[in-house]
């Protein structure tokens, strides 16, 4: 059983930052590839990024790389997104989860273990 909570999310200008973090119970998260995913308001969940267990590996979707950068700790057995250049269409609820297989994926039905979500919303 694995248990992931997130937090860092809050109200940012256009332009700001946000670092979330997603902290996890359980004893597969340092072998276990992780990813980040964001609903914003009447849209579906989407894929935003996705780290190997070893950290070595990231993945990004087109929206937001070269903004957001994905690490993890696995000592600390946390999952982090650091969000640059944030956008009012970056608004949404974002989920952390723990994907299935042994190589990180962007399909949401790969990811069997989910945060409750912290919302980020952009606005001025």
């Known amino acids: 059983q694995v248990q992931l909570v997130e937090s860092g999310g809050g109200l940012v200008q256009p332009g700001g930052s946000l670092r979330l973090s997603c902290a996890a119970s359980?004893?597969?998260?340092?072998?276990?590839?992780m990813g980040w995913f964001r609903q914003a308001p009447g849209k579906e969940r989407e894929f935003v990024s996705a780290i190997s267990w070893n950290g070595l590996s990231t993945y990004y979707s087109d929206s937001v790389k070269g903004r957001f950068t994905i690490s993890r700790d696995n000592a600390k057995s946390t999952l982090y997104l650091q969000m640059i250049g944030l956008q009012p269409e970056d608004t949404a609820v974002y989920y952390c989860?723990?994907?299935?297989?042994?190589?990180?994926?962007?399909?949401?039905?790969?990811?069997?273990?989910w945060g409750q979500g912290t919302q980020v919303t952009v606005s001025s």
């Open positions: 989860a723990r994907c299935r297989y042994a190589i990180a994926t962007t399909r949401m039905d790969d990811y069997d273990y």
């Open positions: 359980g004893r597969t998260f340092s072998n276990s590839p």
